[in-house]
């Protein structure tokens, strides 16, 4: 039971005259006015009446409940645990000092303490239901925090988060367990929840060093390298032994130095050495998504300046996979796609792009890539030919003859009849290729994506046999005779 003693210490000296009798009925006083205003919600008023019943008789272990009971309610946790300790050393049989002080230090995030205070409760108090309850919850509490210690050493992240936010239900004043879910945020990507959480606790206590940490690794992570280094400084200068900020500063410097060497060596032309720094600068820390993924996107420029176009497609994969949002990645490996004729993917890339930012360059990008995937799926008489896309004249006129002759039918007529069939279709190709890129206005169409058949151009009626006699006839050329004996589409040379 609460003891009632008062004591003159410390009392304003007009109370001085007072008996204890009348000290303990003014104190009490001050008291009900407390509990009125408890009742209307009005806590910061309690406080205040709480605090003169406790300067009349501050040897009253109820006043100091009570008064715990209203810090509770402002969340001025700490202070209401100071008040609930004092009650129980003044009274140590003083069940609800026993289960505040319980509910204070759960809500701190000490659950071992709270188990104590608790424990003493239900020795109070065997039938206390209340108390039964919050056992369990302060033993989910430690329950939670060891999967979370789990979850963190195998980067389980988003399971330390969910750890965190079923302990936070119980002990809502833990900056612990706040600050690890921040870090875990970080870790995530999750920037800006992170930032919230960590800026909170900073409102509260700007010399919080975990908070100044997570607040730096957020901007570390974003790749305000500089602005970060600031907020690891600070957090040091508060904890100089505080491990993971002094390890967020040095990967900080040195990723941006090595950052700044890889583009220096890039814009002198130096592509090698800029290769190698940035994978470098890929080794330093993991753990930093967005600037990893700008090293891998430049990493990939670097690889396509060397012509290594698959290992910069598989660079931009990497990051695109750390960074779903950017688009420098996505039109690199585009561009690299059709590099490699790989138009179908560069075309997927390019709609990723436009769906993002509807640009006209953007646009342009996807409409190109589309048009060579158009062109793409019609016979290449390029490659028929053996000739590149900017082949001369003369360079496709002797194309044409060499692939002519390869493949002329009167050539394999002794072979099987499969084989005759095939270079039969290969000569007729040639001849078609011949047919298009000999004469300007089809080579036009043909090179801008339009269908030859829209200007009646079928080629499914193209006759080799009358290019071939075209190009080969007429005087001190080939000559050749159709055998009907032989059926169609053999023939023999004769050299004039």
């Not at 205003?37 to 009253?60: H, L």
């Not at 020795?123 to 509490?141: G, H, R």
Request: glycine share 6%; proline share 2%.
């Amino acid at each position: 039971m609460a003891t009632d003693n008062c004591d003159s210490v410390n009392m304003d000296p007009d109370m001085e005259l007072l008996s204890d009798e009348e000290l303990e009925r003014e104190a009490e006083g001050f008291k009900e006015q407390g509990n009125a205003f408890y009742i209307k919600k009005d806590y910061a008023e309690a406080f205040n009446y709480y605090s003169k019943a406790i300067d009349m008789c501050p040897k009253n272990a109820s006043y100091y409940g009570n008064r715990a009971a209203t810090l509770m309610m402002l969340c001025r946790y700490r202070e209401a645990l100071e008040d609930s300790q004092q009650a129980v050393r003044l009274d140590n049989d003083f069940m609800k000092g026993h289960l505040r002080e319980g509910k204070c230090h759960l809500s701190l995030g000490n659950a071992m303490a709270a188990s104590r205070c608790f424990q003493r409760v239900l020795e109070l108090e065997p039938d206390n239901s209340q108390v039964q309850q919050e056992l369990k919850n302060a033993d989910s509490v430690l329950e939670y925090e060891r999967m979370a210690e789990i979850g963190f050493e195998k980067r389980d992240f988003r399971m330390v988060v969910f750890c965190m936010d079923r302990a936070l239900e119980s002990a809502a004043a833990c900056h612990r367990f706040k600050i690890l879910k921040a870090e875990c945020l970080a870790l995530l990507g999750r920037y800006p929840e992170a930032q919230s959480v960590a800026s909170d606790i900073l409102r509260m206590d700007s010399t919080n060093a975990d908070a100044l940490y997570v607040r730096g690794l957020c901007l570390y992570y974003e790749d305000c390298i500089d602005k970060a280094v600031q907020f690891f400084v600070q957090a040091l200068r508060m904890a100089p032994d505080h491990d993971k900020a002094r390890l967020a500063c040095r990967n900080a410097k040195a990723l941006k130095a090595k950052k700044e060497e890889g583009n220096k060596a890039f814009k002198e032309g130096n592509f090698e050495a800029a290769y190698e720094l940035y994978s470098e600068a890929l080794t330093i820390d993991p753990n930093n998504i967005k600037t990893n993924a700008k090293l891998y996107c430049n990493r990939a420029t670097v690889g396509s300046k060397l012509k290594k176009l698959e290992q910069a497609i598989e660079d931009c994969t990497k990051a695109i996979k750390l960074d779903e949002t950017y688009i420098k990645a996505y039109l690199r490996r585009a561009q690299c796609y059709m590099d490699t004729e790989q138009y179908e993917e560069a075309v997927r890339d390019y709609e990723k792009v436009y769906q993002t930012e509807k640009t006209k360059e953007h646009k342009h990008f996807l409409k190109h890539a589309q048009l060579e995937l158009k062109k793409s799926k019609r016979k290449d008489y390029y490659k028929v030919l053996g000739v590149n896309k900017n082949a001369t004249e003369d360079e496709i006129k002797k194309a044409y003859r060499k692939r002519a002759l390869l493949h002329h039918p009167d050539r394999h007529s002794g072979a099987s009849p499969e084989l005759q069939k095939e270079e039969e279709k290969k000569f007729k190709e040639v001849g078609e290729a011949f047919s298009v890129l000999s004469d300007p206005k089809k080579k036009s169409r043909y090179d801008s994506g339009q269908d030859l058949e829209d200007d009646g151009m079928n080629m499914g009626d193209f006759d080799a046999n009358n290019i071939f006699k075209a190009f080969f006839g007429g005087p001190g050329g080939f000559s050749f005779e159709g055998n009907s004996a032989s059926g169609p589409g053999n023939f023999f040379f004769q050299f004039g």
